[in-house]
Nanobody, 115 residues
């Protein structure tokens, strides 16, 4: 059974930085892609950043130039470096791993950007 463990959320002031980490375990299959999604109160979950097994990345327009996603395929781990954080980045951030056609999700970690 695939399990995802997230860490790194918290409270930060506008303009600050946070780094989210996620590690996947329990799968003997290759991971097609890993990513981070977020859900703000009253809004739908949205893609923040995604990286494929081949290293291709894509980002939400709202985070381009501020967030960087990276992965370690051997460790089945993915990080999200978030800089220049804004109040609108507040939400619960979820790690996502796609193995074959199945999506697996972490439990979510809260990120709050507030002064």
């Amino acid at each position: 059974q695939v399990q995802l463990v997230e860490s790194g959320g918290g409270l930060v002031q506008p303009g600050g930085s946070l780094r989210l980490s996620c590690a996947a375990s329990g799968s003997r299959f290759s991971i097609n892609a890993m990513g981070w999604y977020r859900q703000a109160p009253g809004k739908q979950r949205e893609l923040v950043a995604r990286i494929t097994g081949g290293g291709s990345t894509n980002y939400a327009d709202s985070v381009k130039g501020r967030f960087t996603i990276s992965s370690d395929n051997a460790k089945h781990a993915v990080d999200l470096q978030m800089n220049s954080l804004k109040a609108e980045d507040t939400g619960v951030y979820y790690c996502n791993v796609k193995i074959s056609i199945i999506d697996y999700w972490g439990q979510g970690t809260q990120v709050t950007v507030s002064s």
